[in-house]
Structure formats: structure tokens, C-alpha cells
């Protein structure tokens, strides 16, 4: 009985030892400015499990009283280290809001459902609503509709993709003035980032909205129970990943490059766990790690909860407060934070 038991943790011990393997050089990975190994950057989409299955380990080992518990804890505390949180606690909301305070809106609007793909009537009018509703100072939308704009009187300027630039649209509407504007036009692919200066009281801000590559499809375990169909999607995942860490590359450069104080939203088709979101993110604040609570899901793939959309701001910003939304009216969930310029305190 004691050989069968020692057996069965051998084995219980030599998965632990390739799960924390796993989440660790993933950790690694998420710092690297390149693709180290193509299979290893789709590890990311899973860094929550690992994380989770690290601290089911660890209460077992503890359970049994075996110091192998001391791999998983190490693991779990490097993983913390490398990633930062993925859980907000959230605050107290005490501050007291101000007019020169800025509200703004990230909102993956899917098309504002033109071509149907969900069956309920009305979705797009329902968007709409909503955003009148919660009424943004500025509103950053992924896959725009661009006559949704008659709908949305209450923002007298917008910036919107180049007609000319054949691409899914994107815009920014402002309630504040947008004296310049401009579209980064990434090479080789339906996706692109576009930016507005925005003056705000006696400031100009810039403000991106981002939409990274898509994947194109929406992988099911269907996908991966038959081998042609999940060598196709291995494939598309990770030529998706190669191209989002091209055009993160692309827009750092031209961040870099801006006069202005910024503001970065949108469609990262990416989680926190990933370079390009470290590359994206830079020295940036984010909105959901300083003030959001729970895990921040913008996203289901696979039924997994996955925070791809983001609002960053320069740290110049105070971040007051950030908010999640539980709308069902597009395949993404919308979030919104508000800030305030340190010039403005």
C-alpha cells in the first residue's frame, strides 16, 4: 500500500514539476521583446489555470505534510512577481470627483451587431443606450459603425479610420475638442490603431484606440478533438501572436514619439500575461490593476474569463476609479475608468 501511495504522488510530484515549469517560463517569456517559442506564447491565454493548479499542489503537498509543497509556493510567489495581480481588490471610491475630471469608455462594439451574429433584436440600438446612458466624456470603440454616429449627438467631435485605409473601423468621440488625429495603418492586416489630441482645460491629450490582431476564429474544444482541425488553430494562434507583437512594437515607437500626455484603450486580442501587453503597456498605468475589482473578464474563450480590453494612462494620471461591465451585447465586455491630470489637482 505504501509503494502504491509513493507511486501516486511520484506521479502527482512530476506534474507539479511541469506546471510550475510551465507558469514560470511563461513569466520569462511575457518579458521578451521576441517570440522565443512559438507553442510556449500561446501559454499565456493559460496562466490562470497554471496558477491555479500551482496552489492545488501546494495545499496538497501541505496536506501530507511533504516539503515538496515548497516547489508550488516558490512557483506561485516568481509567478506573482512576474506577472503582478490578476485579481482587483478594488477601493474605497472616497475621492471626491471633479469636473475637470475625465470618464472614459473602451467598447469592443462588434459592428454594433450589422451582421447579426447575436439573434436578440435591437442590439445596436441597446449599445447606444447604454453608452448615453453611463455618458463617457470620451468614448474609444473597436469595430465602429461609422452611421452610429448619428445616434450620438452628445459628443460634438469625433476621429474615425481613414475611409481610404480598408480596414475594420475604429473611432474616438470626444465631448472635448480633437485638434489632431491620425491612424497608424499596421501593415498586413484588417486591424489598426488610431489616436486623437485632445484638449482638455488647458491640456492636450492624446488618446489611442488600439485593435490588435484578431484571431479570426473562435477556437471550441471541438476544434481540438480532431487533429487537422487543432493544427489549424495551434497555427492561427500563434501567427496571431507573432503579428500583435509586431504592431505593439509599431505603436511604442510612435508613443514614444508623442508630445502629449496619453491615454492608451482598446482590443488588445491579448491578456496581461503576454509581452505584448508589456510592450503596450510600458510604464503606463493600469486602469483595472489601480482600481478595478474581481478578475476584470472582458472576454470568454473557451468559457475562460479573459481581460484583453484595457484602459492605460500615463502616470501623470491618477487613476479614480475603474468599472467593468456585465452588458451582453457584443462578443466583448465594455469597461470604463475615470481620471485626473496631476495638473489638475
Known sequence: ????????????????????????????????????????????LFVPFLFTFNILFLIYWAIKFRRKLWLSFATIILSYLMFGPF???????????????????SY????????????????????????????????????????????????????????????????IFSKYPIVNKGSLDLPDTMNNIIYADIVHIKDTIRVYNIH???????????????????????????STFS???????IFRDHLTNSPY?????????????SNVYKIVKGDLKDSFLEEGDGFGRTYNLWKIPL???????????????????DERLSDHYPIMATLRLNSHQ
Not at 135 to 160: A, F, G, T, V, W
Not at 243 to 249: D, F, P, S
Not at 307 to 325: K, V
Open 261 to 273: 500626455t496619453n491615454i492608451v484603450c482598446g482590443d488588445f486580442n491579448n491578456t496581461q500575461f
Open 212 to 238: 490588435l490582431q484578431s484571431f479570426s476564429i473562435v477556437p471550441s474544444t471541438d476544434d481540438f478533438s480532431d487533429g487537422e482541425n487543432s493544427e489549424r488553430v495551434y497555427k492561427r494562434l500563434v
Open 87 to 105: 485579481y482587483g481588490i478594488g477601493k474605497d471610491g472616497s475621492v471626491q470627483k471633479r469636473d475637470s475630471d475625465l470618464k472614459i469608455m
Open 307 to 325: 481581460r484583453i480590453d484595457y484602459i492605460l494612462a500615463d502616470p501623470d494620471f491618477e487613476i479614480l476609479s475603474h468599472q467593468n461591465f
Open 1 to 44: 500500500m505504501k509503494k502504491s501511495t509513493s507511486i501516486f504522488d511520484r506521479v502527482v510530484f512530476a506534474i507539479n514539476i511541469l506546471v510550475a515549469f510551465l507558469l514560470i517560463i511563461t513569466g520569462i517569456i511575457s518579458f521578451l521583446p521576441f517570440q522565443f517559442v512559438s507553442a510556449l506564447s500561446v501559454l499565456s
Open 243 to 249: 503579428k500583435q507583437l509586431e504592431q505593439a512594437k
Open 108 to 171: 469592443n462594439a462588434w459592428g454594433f451587431n450589422k451582421n447579426g451574429w447575436m439573434k436578440e433584436p435591437g442590439i445596436g440600438d441597446s449599445i447606444v443606450e447604454f453608452v448615453k446612458k453611463q455618458d463617457p466624456d470620451i468614448l474609444s470603440i473597436q469595430e465602429h459603425s461609422r452611421i452610429r454616429h448619428r445616434q450620438l449627438k452628445q459628443y460634438p467631435y469625433r476621429s474615425e479610420t481613414p475611409y481610404t485605409a480598408g480596414r475594420t473601423i475604429q473611432a
